[in-house]
């Protein structure tokens, strides 16, 4: 394997095959005017047998005056051994990747002045000068879950020695958002599982045939060979532990599935068609390794495969199998997506034929009696709920037939209720991939579908609670109002048809929310905020449990533009239990008595000194 142009690799299984290649690269280039840069060539030998040179020969054009074009030379390249590197990044070997991310955050000084720096300023200077390389670093290759963390420590590290307090704080806290009762320092953990988790779904769902081919294989390889034909992204092969197999799968997908594994709420990747096992297009092996993980006896008769009783049980076994036990998700998924659709909008037609909702009457336009006019909206309660907020969510269209339903999942936000093109039709140009990063990006490509097969019909936007006397206006008003009327009465509503068919192949899902359309990196990090301040709300005396507090966040004007902001240093420790009360300093047992150095009665804790003590 050598890098002939930039940025770019050539395999051969042989020396000679290498070479044939890499000659009949230079003559390509060599028409074009391109020569080799021979300074920035290697050779990479994976899976070696034997002794393998430091060095090789490579053929190569010359342009060199009084040299003949057509005469081959050979140029020495140097051979690295069962390694490889792009874009300056070992590829898969994360523990390269930590040590230049280590080295970095050592190296990296803080300048001093005469003052000591203010928290804000710190957490800017993290931002900006740490946060930003590392992401970029971690996006070409992520790093394990611990070491991401050891990273974190060394820059919690890097803002106490500035701060001057004796004793460290908590990194957790220092890095949850203000929301959360933390100082908004970046977080390398978040930010590294994030970009892990997302890389997944983005080359299962790569836009290039390539790519996503190589990327399904290596599932394809893993489910089968390594995990017993159980889906290792998916329950429940994600509940295995597969740190072991680093040099035999991509280190980020090992990161992210470990870390899928370990959320608040259990991350699965579902695969959104699974009409195979409908079309039973699926090897009796692989139906009899699913049938050993949910049946004990069949494992327990694998030292006795051979003897008869053992394939009578296996039989008897395949022929009580389950259907739940060979697709996960709904059971809907196990239709292809045509017929996922075609039932989706048989589905609507019948709950429009039933709905008991009034229709309108103006609903042609004046001008033209051929045309007929449709109102859609939307509305969520509580209409400022976040992603992992409980909510419900209600949509309504207004017509010649009118009716509301009911938009499920946790995740789901106000878009589901009422996507608003924000693109033209016409101008995507059948691009999908431009609809792909919107929140309800299905429902988006639902509806340009729709239109891509009914060009006669047309998609405006109509400004809500005008008070114009047009008919989109009020159709738009009866729809808002069968909305708003339909929060009042959710639980009778019919729900919604989720529309799968038009997710990615590979689509993020969970118990609690649902299918996550949402950005992941987003989702990811708000899981961990969440499961974090639910840790620290049980840990060290309940000194961060909030539920008898006001919810409000805090003002982030103090936390993050404040020119001095010694209370939110003062905020940091006490929060984290490291203040050097006479309390805390009895705890380290540095000090025979923990009672107010000011001789007040009572023990000196952060709390007697904010808020008792006459004396302070």
């Not at 280590?102 to 928290?119: A, C, E, G, V």
């Not at 959320?263 to 959104?272: A, D, G, K, V």
């Not at 053992?310 to 709904?330: C, K, P, R």
């Amino acid at each position: 394997m050598a890098e002939v142009t930039d940025d770019s690799f050539v395999f051969a299984n042989s020396l000679m095959g290498l070479q044939y290649f890499c000659l009949s690269m230079e003559r390509f280039q060599f028409v074009y005017g391109w020569l080799t840069q021979w300074t920035k060539t290697l050779v990479y030998a994976l899976q070696v047998r034997g002794e393998i040179p430091k060095t090789v020969a490579m053929p190569l054009i010359t342009n060199k005056p009084g040299v003949n074009p057509w005469k081959i030379t050979y140029h020495p390249v140097p051979v690295h051994i069962n390694q490889m590197e792009m874009l300056c990044t070992q590829v898969n070997n994360s523990a390269r990747r930590f040590q230049e991310l280590r080295d970095f955050i050592n190296d990296f000084t803080i300048p001093k002045f005469s003052i000591r720096l203010p928290i804000t300023l710190l957490r800017k200077i993290a931002m900006q000068n740490l946060a930003s390389w590392a992401r970029a670093l971690l996006s070409l290759q992520p790093v394990t879950m611990c070491r991401a963390e050891q990273l974190d420590h060394m820059i919690a590290a890097k803002v106490h020695d500035l701060l001057g307090f004796p004793f460290q704080p908590l990194t957790d806290i220092l890095m949850l958002p203000i929301a959360a009762m933390g100082f908004k320092f970046p977080s390398i953990t978040r930010i590294n599982l994030g970009i892990a988790i997302d890389g997944v779904a983005r080359d299962l769902n790569h836009h290039i045939p390539a790519y996503k081919a190589m990327a399904h294989i290596t599932l394809a390889d893993w489910t089968c060979m390594i995990n017993g034909c159980i889906n290792p992204f998916d329950s429940p092969g994600s509940q295995h532990e597969f740190s072991h197999y680093y040099r035999c799968l991509p280190t980020a997908w090992i990161i992210a599935q470990k870390a899928m594994m370990k959320m608040l709420s259990p991350l699965f990747l579902h695969h959104m068609d699974q009409s195979h096992v409908s079309r039973c297009q699926m090897s009796l092996t692989h139906a009899a390794k699913i049938c050993a993980a949910k049946d004990d006896c069949i494992r327990s008769c694998k030292a006795n495969k051979g003897a008869w009783n053992a394939w009578n049980h296996m039989h008897e076994v395949l022929n009580n199998a389950q259907i739940s036990w060979f697709y996960t998700g709904d059971a809907n998924l196990l239709l292809d997506r045509k017929t996922q659709c075609s039932k989706a909008k048989d589905l609507i037609h019948l709950l429009g034929h039933i709905s008991q909702l009034p229709a309108l009457r103006t609903t042609r336009s004046t001008s033209d009696d051929e045309t007929t006019y449709w109102g859609s909206d939307g509305s969520m309660i509580p209409a400022t709920a976040g992603m992992l907020d409980v909510k419900t969510i209600t949509a309504a269209i207004s017509g010649p037939i009118s009716l509301a339903v009911l938009v499920t999942g946790k995740n789901n936000s106000i878009l589901h209720g009422h996507p608003e093109i924000i693109f033209r039709p016409s101008q995507l140009g059948g691009n999908k991939a431009k609809l792909r990063h919107i929140p309800a990006c299905s429902y988006y490509q639902w509806i340009v579908d729709i239109q891509t097969l009914s060009p006669h019909i047309s998609l405006e936007y109509t400004p809500g609670h005008s008070c114009q006397r047009t008919t989109p206006a009020t159709l738009n008003d009866e729809a808002d109002h069968f909305a708003s009327w339909a929060q009042k009465h959710h639980n009778q509503l019919p729900v919604a048809p989720i529309p799968t068919f038009f997710m990615d192949e590979f689509t993020f899902w969970t118990p609690n929310d649902g299918s996550i359309e949402s950005e992941i990196k987003s989702f990811v990090n708000s899981s961990m905020v969440k499961a974090k301040v639910q840790e620290l709300a049980i840990r060290r005396h309940q000194q961060m449990a909030s539920w008898l507090y006001d919810q409000r966040s805090p003002p982030t004007f103090l936390y993050t533009h404040m020119v001095s902001a010694y209370s939110a240093a003062v905020q940091l420790y006490a929060r984290s239990g490291q203040l050097a009360t006479a309390s805390g300093l009895y705890q380290k047992k540095m000090l025979a008595q923990e009672y107010c150095h000011l001789r007040c009665r009572a023990i000196e804790s952060p709390h007697h000194i904010f808020m008792e003590c006459l004396v302070f």
